[in-house]
């Protein structure tokens, strides 16, 4: 049986204890299908650490990560720590120094989650974002004129990361059981060079893909479509500032972001990938064991897809559906009064309900 080497950083505030649970699901689930082992390294590096240290992960931290075959993410960040230090020290290092060219969110209503929108249901909100995650407006390029009264943020989109951002997203819109759907979301009407850029990139790359059924959408309007048509989304592709503005109103849409995960992917396998969730470190429902720990166990589940994809690890959304469908052991912002232990036991025994029946 394959061993698997993972390093764990739960991070900061509410990372640490949903952390906990992630790994007790992983823990059982592998113990029930023995699909392959895990080893699991803790590394305590987050704004606890930065205090004791002055820095949010040692210096040879990335060489100590590159021996993995993957990084699992609790949360990072919290109030004494600048967040743009936190941030970019710690988690954009990782993504950028490993060169996790994809962040992958899924968008899915589970049955039992508390859609906002009245009309929607589970099999109508379905999708998926690819977000361009090392470059775009992010890549932390600008300028401040000498009397520091101009600031320049420049985003930067290179031939080469556009197109491999475009062949990922058409290869699973391809795969795609729903509607074999990409949607670039786009602004070239008003950024006139790097959206501009990215259509012509998205259009050369759909020439690849005959079957794939392609349209464009503004950044703005989509967001209105997300609210009103949910339905018509499959797999979408966004630039870095996009993807990662349009997630958070997936997350909404889905239920809020105790249910949001994510995986960034290293494509070419050169360095080990990260995951997870895509909440934050929550400082002021920290400590209390109430925090929600579904969406950890949701990114669980993307690692599973990323490092064993011949098997099918559904099980584990399926069981956080059943969770919450029984809707008797759930965390405050669901309305319920649970731990986040008693959640992450709840949603373990349902795994084991259906793995030994
Ligand atoms: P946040 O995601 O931590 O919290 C936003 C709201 O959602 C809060 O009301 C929080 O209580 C609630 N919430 C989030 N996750 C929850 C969960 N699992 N269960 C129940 N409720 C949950 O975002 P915020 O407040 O903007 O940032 C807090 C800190 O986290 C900051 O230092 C920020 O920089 C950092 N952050 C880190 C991220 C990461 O590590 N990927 C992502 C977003 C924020
Ligand atoms: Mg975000």
Redesign the pocket.
């Known amino acids: 049986m394959k061993n698997f080497k993972i390093a764990v950083i739960p ?5 640490t204890e ?1 952390m906990t649970e992630g790994i007790k699901i992983l823990g059982s689930y592998l113990g029930l299908t023995e699909y392959a082992t895990f080893t699991y390294d803790w590394y305590p590096w987050g704004c606890e650490y930065y205090h004791n240290t002055g820095q949010m992960m040692p210096e040879d931290g990335m060489d100590i990560l590159a021996g993995y075959d993957a990084i699992l ?1 609790g ?5 004494g720590v600048p ?1 743009h230090v ?2 970019r020290d710690l ?1 954009l290092k990782i993504r950028q120094g490993f060169d996790q060219a994809v962040n992958l969110r899924p968008i899915k209503l589970l049955k039992g989650a508390p859609c906002p929108l009245r009309d929607k249901t589970p099999d109508m909100i379905d999708f998926v974002v690819v977000r361009e995650n090392v470059e775009g407006e992010y890549a932390g390029d600008g300028s401040i004129s000498e009397d520091g009264k101009t600031v320049y943020q420049t985003g930067v989109f290179t031939e080469k990361n556009t197109d491999r951002i475009m062949k990922y997203a058409f290869e699973l819109a391809q795969k795609s059981k729903k509607g074999k759907k990409l949607t670039s979301v786009t602004k070239s009407n008003a950024l006139n060079y790097s959206m501009v850029f990215w259509d012509q990139r998205f259009k050369a790359m759909a020439k690849n893909y005959p079957e794939v059924v392609t349209e464009q959408a503004h950044v703005d309007a989509i967001s209105m479509y997300f609210v009103q048509k949910p339905e018509a989304y499959d797999v979408i592709v966004a630039s870095n500032l996009f993807g990662d503005i349009i997630t958070d109103l997936g997350a909404a849409l889905q239920g ?3 249910f949001a995960a994510s995986a960034n992917l290293n494509i070419e396998g050169t360095y080990p990938s990260m995951f ?10 920290a400590g209390k064991s ?4 579904m ?1 950890m166990i949701w990114t669980v589940k993307l690692m599973l897809d990323h490092l064993l994809p011949d098997y099918d690890h559904n099980v584990i959304v399926d069981a956080i559906e059943a969770t919450l469908v029984d809707g008797n052991v759930l ?3 669901l309305g319920g009064t649970a731990s986040t232990k008693a959640v992450g036991d709840a949603i373990c025994d349902k795994i084991y309900e259906v793995l030994c029946q």
């Open positions: 991070g900061d505030g509410i990372g949903v993410l949360a990072v960040g919290f109030p967040d936190s941030l988690l809020g972001l105790g997870e969730p895509v909440h934050g470190s929550a400082p002021e429902i109430i925090a929600n720990p969406a965390t405050r912002d």
